[in-house]
């Protein structure tokens, strides 16, 4: 039998990395296997779904490279399929209405808390005569649909975590719909998943205490389940509950914070999932070539920020110039773009420097405005500001020397490297990379009067001239 897998989210929040990690290890576990991946949203909270979200994930799932099969399927246009297995249901005497008002659940619960026992419902409706409650329907008493859970041990094997076992006792009747157009969520995964024929459901370990409510509800509809697989929960690098500060973030934060693609598809796959040999940078046709179930762990997945900018500078650093611009450019201020040549320069000069694409504005800057820097940064230790005011002359005398026509930065440097290896090298070489860049931490003067150019260069040195006749 194909493999059929689904990633089932619902549109009522940003698209989160536990979202993206699940839908990334549904579709390496079916491109792996040559299997179907389908998309299905899962939206009937109609209360709380929304459009905007559902475009986010949409968008963040195609950025990320996950294509699927089949869908966009949503649950919002499966009605009919779902009033027939409820009323199903309500036929075969497996679900029963329930007229018990909020009030007097609450007190139910308060009862049972006081007890020390764990809340469920009692199921005082599920022994209400065929007349009671057609009476009550015929009054449009409020109601919803329960479903009868079975006083039994339900047990299953999961691909990650071995034997599972359930006392569905402990449950109660769980409430499947709100009414007959009102489904809820275990009720129609359970139809879902059965007539989309899923073989594998593969999701977060925070479902696991609804797989006993699906497969009851399957087996007694005597609907073939699916084998199942739950990953384990992302945590800080305190090895606790991921803090709200990551779990806030999307999808399309990171993506807006500069971190590329690919580098998200390899962080995402290391989050609970190893390969052989522990190798840490692998490529998508990796990825899907060695993924396994069996290689993803029990415990929790440690969420690790600075192995994310390690790996985001690392597909940064072997990208091309042409790939790289590309990623690049909505991080570019507009005035820039329009030196393209310069820009070019630029970027190849900082590229093994940007941990994230975002930072590009900031290291790149003096390139094309030149910050207005203290005149005590121009200082190289004790050296006097006499010769420091000399050194920079030298320096502007051989740039003024080189005819613009026939300029090459390969030749100012080995001007400037005899004048430093004269004067000294930190004597010549600070002050002139600082007037040239007017930061304390920059790439060389050579370099940087490679992307600047002649006369560009000349007036930096000009500026630092006059700051130190001050």
């Not at 993206?20 to 079916?30: Q, V």
């Not at 990623?327 to 590229?351: C, N, S």
Request: charged share 30%; proline share 6%; aromatic share 10%.
């Amino acid at each position: 039998m194909q493999t059929r897998v689904r990633f089932a989210p619902s549109p009522t929040g940003p698209f989160s990395l536990g979202n993206a990690r699940t839908a990334l290890f549904n579709w390496l576990f079916a491109r792996n296997t040559s299997g179907i991946f389908i998309l299905r949203i899962e939206n009937t909270d109609q209360e709380r779904s929304q459009k905007r979200y559902e475009q986010e994930l949409l968008e963040s799932l195609s950025w990320l490279g996950i294509d699927w099969d089949e869908g966009p399927i949503r649950q919002s246009e499966r009605g009919e399929i779902y009033e027939r297995y409820l009323r199903r249901l309500i036929e075969e005497k497996k679900a029963y209405y329930c007229f018990c008002s909020p009030e007097e659940l609450e007190k139910e619960r308060q009862a049972q808390l006081s007890q020390g026992l764990s809340p469920r419902y009692s199921g005082r409706c599920r022994h209400l005569s065929e007349e009671e409650v057609i009476k009550r329907t015929k009054r449009e008493s409020p109601h919803v649909i329960r479903f009868k859970m079975p006083g039994k041990k339900i047990s299953f094997p999961d691909l990650v975590r071995g034997s599972v076992e359930f006392n569905t006792e402990l449950l109660g009747d769980i409430i499947i719909a709100k009414s007959f157009t009102e489904p809820l969520y275990n009720f129609v995964a359970a139809i879902d998943d059965y007539e989309m024929n899923i073989t594998h459901v593969i999701r977060g370990e925070d479902h696991l205490p609804n797989t006993p409510k699906q497969l009851a509800i399957q087996e007694a509809l005597g609907l073939k389940h699916p084998t199942y697989a739950h990953l384990p929960l992302i945590l800080g690098p305190d090895r606790k509950k991921l803090s709200k500060r990551y779990l806030a973030k999307s999808v399309s934060d990171f993506k807006n914070e500069g971190f590329l693609p690919q580098a998200m598809v390899n962080f995402l796959a290391l989050l609970g999932w190893h390969p052989e040999k522990d190798r840490e940078v692998l490529g998508k046709e990796e990825l899907v070539r060695e993924f396994r179930l069996m290689r993803v762990q029990k415990g929790g997945a440690i969420f690790n920020e600075e192995k994310l900018y390690w790996l985001n500078a690392h597909y940064i650093k072997n990208m091309s110039a042409d790939q790289l611009m590309e990623y690049l450019t909505p991080f570019i201020p507009q005035p820039w773009l329009k030196e393209k040549e310069k820009l070019d320069r630029v970027v190849g000069l900082v590229q093994e420097r940007i941990k994230a694409l975002s930072e590009f504005p900031e290291l790149a800057r003096f390139f094309f405005e030149l910050p207005d820097y203290p005149r005590e940064l121009l200082r190289w230790r004790e050296t006097p500001d006499p010769v420091i005011y000399e050194n920079l002359g030298e320096c502007q005398k051989i740039l003024e020397e080189m005819h613009p026509d026939i300029f090459s930065g390969e030749v100012a440097e080995k001007k400037l490297q005899l004048l430093a290896e004269d004067r000294g090298k930190g004597e010549v070489l600070w002050p002139l990379r600082v007037a040239l860049s007017g930061q304390n931490n920059s790439p060389s003067p050579f370099e940087i009067i490679n992307v600047l150019g002649r006369n560009e260069s000349l007036q930096r040195i000009t500026v630092a001239l006059k700051k130190m006749k001050l």
